[in-house]
């Protein structure tokens, strides 16, 4: 079975990674790498909400699922930077050592 492989491979991956002396450790500890998590975690928090509300959207106003996808991949992304602006602002307005 395939995903028996695939959890032995990412458990592996996993373990080389935290190593400090080895290749994918120090791949992964660059800057790159950690603003891209910071934004694929922004995407995950918001793409559900953005989804549900673009279907609701488009069935009122029948439009095709193809259109209706086109349009959530272009908000998807600017959307979760407004999310995460708001997030910082709230954060520093309330006060959050996080």
């Known amino acids: ?3 028996q492989y695939a959890l032995i491979f990412i458990a592996i991956f996993i373990i080389t ?3 400090k002396d080895s ?3 120090k791949i992964f500890k660059q800057s790159i ?3 891209l998590g910071s934004i694929t975690f922004d ?5 559900y909400i953005l989804l549900v509300v673009i279907q609701y959207a488009t069935k ?3 439009v095709s699922d193809d259109m209706s996808f086109i349009i959530y991949t272009i908000l998807l992304i600017p959307s979760a930077f407004i999310f995460k602006k708001c997030s ?7 006060k959050f050592n996080i």
């Open 88 to 94: 910082k602002q709230l954060k520093k307005t309330l």
């Open 33 to 35: 790498w950690l603003k």
């Open 60 to 62: 009122q106003y029948c």
């Open 17 to 19: 990674s935290l190593n």
């Open 43 to 47: 995407l995950f928090l918001i793409h």
């Open 23 to 25: 290749f994918l450790h």
């Open 1 to 3: 079975n395939n995903s």
